[in-house]
């Protein structure tokens, strides 16, 4: 069955540090990625989305995240993480058969 | 900016009881989506539909779970009975349409069974 990992289940890092938080797949073949957030009392949202192209995608709030094939990896990434950043970060793969299957979720916090 | 409803956003309940959660998805969404929430996990589908035909149920545990969205609009996914084991966040989320298309997830509906 395909499955996605996330390494980190918590990470805290103080202000202004830089971020990337892994994100791994069992898949081999054709897949969309995902990165959604879910800020404290928030509802899930869409962070950044690959399906084709550039292998590095940017998306909202500064937050990138690189495709690397070879390495079945979508890892996320900010270079200087703010208070506001805090938040719950699930990977997500689409693969054939339109089923979105979800990593187990990061916690960020960050210190003021 | 449209969003996804669900109701009750808090549910307890004793285990054998029935339960009920319901979801009313975007204007003119064509898709709509159940997801089961473990604390400390990632969400898991448990059924897609299609307008108000199932694409996916194969995670929904068709023994206690039925889900319906009889007029291809909102849907309420049922458990009857609960058990301990069904305490999660039951989330619901709709696209335009499946496959790539964003999906967009409302408040969830926080079960309890105790």
């Known amino acids: 069955a395909q499955s996605v990992s996330q390494h980190n289940h918590h990470v805290i890092l103080s202000e202004a540090a830089s971020l990337e938080l892994g994100c791994n797949y069992s898949?081999?073949?054709?897949?969309?990625l995902f990165w959604y957030v879910q800020y404290p009392g928030q509802h899930l949202q869409l962070l950044l989305k690959?399906?084709?192209?550039?292998?590095l995608v940017k998306g909202i709030k500064g937050f990138e995240a690189e495709f690397i094939k070879s390495k079945f990896s979508f890892n996320l990434r900010k270079p200087s993480v703010q208070w506001s950043d805090t938040a719950e970060y699930f990977c997500?793969?689409?693969?054939?058969?339109?089923?979105?299957?979800f990593g187990g979720g990061t916690r960020l916090m960050v210190k003021p | 900016e449209a969003e996804v409803a669900q109701s009750p956003r808090y549910k307890i309940t004793e285990k054998s009881q029935a339960v009920a959660f319901w979801c009313d998805p975007i204007?003119?969404?064509?898709?709509l989506y159940w997801y089961r929430q473990i604390l400390g996990q990632g969400p898991e589908l448990l059924v897609q539909?299609?307008?108000?035909?199932?694409?996916?149920d194969s995670q929904l545990p068709k023994d206690r779970f039925s889900a319906e969205r009889l007029k291809g609009v909102d849907s309420t996914l049922k458990i009857q009975p609960a058990e301990l084991g069904d305490s999660a966040m039951y989330l619901c989320?709709?696209?335009?349409?499946?496959?790539?298309?964003?999906?967009?997830f409302g408040p969830g509906t926080r079960l309890t069974v105790t």
């Open positions: 989320a709709s696209s335009f349409r499946g496959g790539t298309y964003e999906q967009y």
């Open positions: 898949y081999g073949g054709t897949v969309n």
């Open positions: 690959y399906f084709s192209g550039d292998p």
């Open positions: 997500a793969v689409l693969y054939a058969g339109n089923m979105l299957t």
């Open positions: 204007s003119g969404h064509a898709t």
């Open positions: 539909f299609q307008d108000e035909s199932v694409v996916d």
